[in-house]
């Protein structure tokens, strides 16, 4: 400091005093120049003047001596000032028109600057001795401050480490448990998505998967064999309307682990849904194994399930594919164990089937039946026909039952059993129910127009399960009843004891509301169920119809007639009334009427005719001759 302080002040005054004398040069220069271009004889005359404005002209400048020079270098006038050592001297010409004619000198002392500059000097060492002992008597408590500050800093940041150290292993831990977690979840998506949620029995995509790769096998290699055996439970939905989905659900989960029993360690059994299970052999020793297999499964579901404290029978058709060098695809052996399974089905149910070439034509054929039948419904192709009902006493024509017949384009008149199974699994039966329905209701209607006021004569409906089990029965029927006008006890609705068995108590319930329209009820083809005698107590029926293989089966001499006399004894202790079916001799007739039974039907008087004519047949009132 006792350096720097007078080193800088000289240096700034020092400038400072040169910068003034120039510009005091240049000033005074410039106004001497001035008076010369005017008075180029200026230097003979006019020293007095030039003294005094000069002395006028830097007043307030930089001081000192100034002098002032003609061209040959003679002074001409000057300001007289200390100029003691040392002195800082500077010059300036002076011009006329850019040529030299004369100089100006001023000169100044530089002993103020130095004194000050010593002035300052002394300062500057007082103020640094002053530094200098207040550095050397500070005392040592701010070092220890300093260094007790610096040490709780130094704690503060490392427990800061420490508190950041936690942070970052809670979140590496967070973070690996949600990497854990997503690994966790992405494993529970992929076994959900080839998986069956309800059974945990693989579904379709992973059983489609492993029978692509056994095709593969057997394509690469000749000696191997697999199969695919297609189950479909039967009449699954009564398990569902008795006990409730929840309970069939049970059932099937039930099922999937029998059928885990029934396998291999490295067979396939899938759940591809509703009720439908696929079973995929594979490496077979030979394709008896298949059909060994098949009735190991039919055998264990012979042993009744126990769910939510129900007593559960189920069976289940089966139908088998073996292995082929014509498979290419999956879809392809899943279809033919399909093909096969319905087979099954229309063979009696519980039963299994192999598959065979004539049973894809077969299924091209039910399929081509559902599109026809579909188009039939739009081109009102269907025609109801009727089947006239007598009275055994008056032998006359006391009612009709009518029939459903098909018009089809080109194969003529379609019988109902060559198309009602296919109506009714693909849920078009109901459309052809109501249809016949219709019209048997305004047929009569007509028909009773034509007869005499007092004639009384009645109509007799079919109604399927399918039908039976809709909600909306009784509005239709009422609804029927209220457009055509036709009375509700001229008609007659007969149902199966099917649909008793199957579910008695809400068939018992849609029954009596039907009743309450005032329409009759039958039960149709009576004495071929096994339980509904039971509910014969309970039903709201007005009469029953004997199937017609009883009727068949009667004697010359009146054997095997203890059934129809049981049903005519109980129909007649209920007050029911009872009519046979399938009448086609005399003796028949004979014998049920020396049975007492009330009316008949069959071929002995008519087989089922078009509307024509069965009515020429009621209202002419056609009889047979005894």
Request: a negative charge.
């Amino acid at each position: 400091m006792a350096l720097l302080l007078p080193s800088a002040y000289y240096s700034i005054a020092h400038n400072y005093r040169v910068g003034s004398m120039e510009t005091e040069l240049a000033m005074t220069a410039s106004t001497v120049s001035q008076e010369i271009t005017r008075n180029p004889e200026l230097w003979r005359y006019a020293q007095v003047r030039l003294e005094e404005m000069i002395s006028r002209r830097t007043q307030g400048g930089a001081g000192g001596a100034l002098r002032i020079y003609d061209e040959k270098g003679d002074l001409v006038a000057e300001r007289k000032g200390l100029e003691s050592s040392p002195v800082l001297v500077r010059t300036y010409q002076l011009k006329d028109s850019g040529i030299a004619v004369g100089m100006i000198e001023i000169r100044t002392s530089l002993r103020p600057l130095l004194i000050n500059t010593a002035i300052v000097a002394l300062i500057g060492s007082a103020l640094g001795l002053m530094v200098f002992l207040s550095l050397r008597i500070l005392p040592l408590r701010a070092i220890y401050q300093a260094e007790d500050s610096l040490r709780k800093s130094r704690d503060e940041m490392e427990a800061r480490v420490a508190e950041r150290t936690a942070e970052l292993t809670s979140s590496n831990q967070n973070l690996l448990a949600e990497i854990e977690a997503r690994k966790t979840a992405e494993e529970q998506l992929l076994h959900d998505a080839f998986h069956d949620g309800l059974t945990g029995l693989p579904n379709r995509a992973l059983f489609m998967d492993r029978l692509t790769r056994a095709i593969a096998i057997a394509r690469r290699r000749k000696e191997y064999l697999f199969a695919v055996l297609f189950l479909d439970l039967d009449r699954f939905k009564v398990v569902n309307d008795s006990l409730g989905h929840i309970v069939g659900d049970k059932l099937l989960v039930a099922l999937g682990e029998r059928l885990v029993t029934c396998l291999r360690p490295g067979d396939t059994v899938a759940r591809l849904g509703g009720d439908e299970f696929v079973v995929l052999l594979e490496d077979m020793v030979a394709a008896e194994n298949a059909v060994m297999i098949a009735g190991r499964i039919d055998q264990e579901l012979k042993t009744p399930f126990i769910l939510a404290g129900h007593e559960v029978f189920a069976s289940g058709s089966i139908g088998i594919a073996l292995s082929a060098s014509s498979y290419e695809k999956a879809e392809q052996v899943l279809r033919d164990a399909d093909t096969a399974m319905y087979q099954a089905k229309t063979r009696g149910r519980a039963q299994y089937a192999l598959f065979e070439p004539g049973m894809h034509a077969e299924a091209m054929k039910r399929l081509q039946l559902e599109s026809d039948l579909r188009r039939a419904l739009e081109r009102k192709e269907f025609m109801t026909y009727y089947q006239p009902i007598l009275s055994v006493k008056t032998n006359t024509v006391i009612g009709c039952e009518a029939l459903v017949r098909w018009q089809h384009p080109e194969r003529g008149i379609v019988f109902p059993g060559d198309f009602i199974q296919v109506a009714e699994e693909t849920g078009l039966l109901v459309a052809i129910d109501r249809l016949v329905l219709w019209d048997a209701c305004v047929q009569l209607q007509d028909w009773l127009a034509q007869l005499p006021a007092n004639a009384e004569r009645f109509v007799s409906v079919n109604l399927s399960n399918k039908q039976l089990a809709r909600p909306d029965l009784v509005e239709h029927v009422a609804g029927v009843l209220k457009t055509t006008g036709l009375p509700p006890a001229m008609l007659k609705l007969e149902i199966t004891e099917t649909a008793i068995i199957e579910n008695p108590e809400a068939t018992a319930e849609m029954l009596a509301q039907l009743r309450a329209l005032g329409v009759r009820l039958y039960i149709d083809d009576f004495g071929t169920g096994y339980s509904s005698l039971s509910y014969l107590y309970r039903l709201p029926i007005d009469g029953l119809k004997i199937d017609r293989s009883f009727i068949k089966r009667m004697g010359e001499k009146g054997e095997n007639q203890e059934i129809i006399k049981t049903i005519l004894a109980l129909a007649k202790d209920l007050g029911l009334d009872v009519i046979a079916e399938g009448v086609e001799t005399k003796q028949q007739l004979s014998q049920i009427d020396a049975l007492n039974c009330e009316s008949w039907q069959g071929y002995l008087f008519s087989k089922p005719v078009a509307s024509g004519e069965a009515a020429r047949m009621l209202l002419e009132q056609h009889t047979l001759p005894r």
